[in-house]
């Protein structure tokens, strides 16, 4: 999976949870505390949000950070990410983890 691949999926991933959550882009980015652009370029793929904003949106939209990024799991293609990616990745699902165990959630 290349950076443009896992951008648009994290954009559409953004956008369905923002559906589910019957959101608008203007009302999501307010509760993000980020503009409506900034959550219409996330949902198209053509903006990465960094791991600060991933986690503002999840907030708002009452998701783990975990669940707006690319499946992870056996067969995926994460390790083909660029190195930057990986590293952000493996960040925000470290930070997802504890999250978790603080909540008493293991």
């Keep these: 999976m290349d950076?443009?691949?896992?951008?648009?999926?994290?954009?559409?991933?953004?956008?369905a949870a923002r559906q589910r959550a019957e959101l608008t882009q203007e009302l999501l980015a307010r509760q993000a505390g980020l503009s409506r652009g900034s959550i219409t370029n996330m949902e198209s793929g053509t903006q990465a949000p960094p791991?600060?904003?991933?986690a503002r949106i999840a907030a708002a939209l009452h998701v783990e950070p975990a669940d707006l990024l690319p499946p992870l799991g056996p067969g995926s293609q994460v390790g083909d990410l660029p190195e930057h990616l990986a590293a952000e990745v493996a960040s925000v699902l470290s930070a997802a983890k504890k999250m978790r165990v603080d909540d008493g959630q293991s």
């Design 3 to 15: 950076e443009q691949a896992f951008n648009a999926a994290v954009g559409r991933n953004i956008r």
């Design 51 to 54: 791991p600060y904003r991933l």
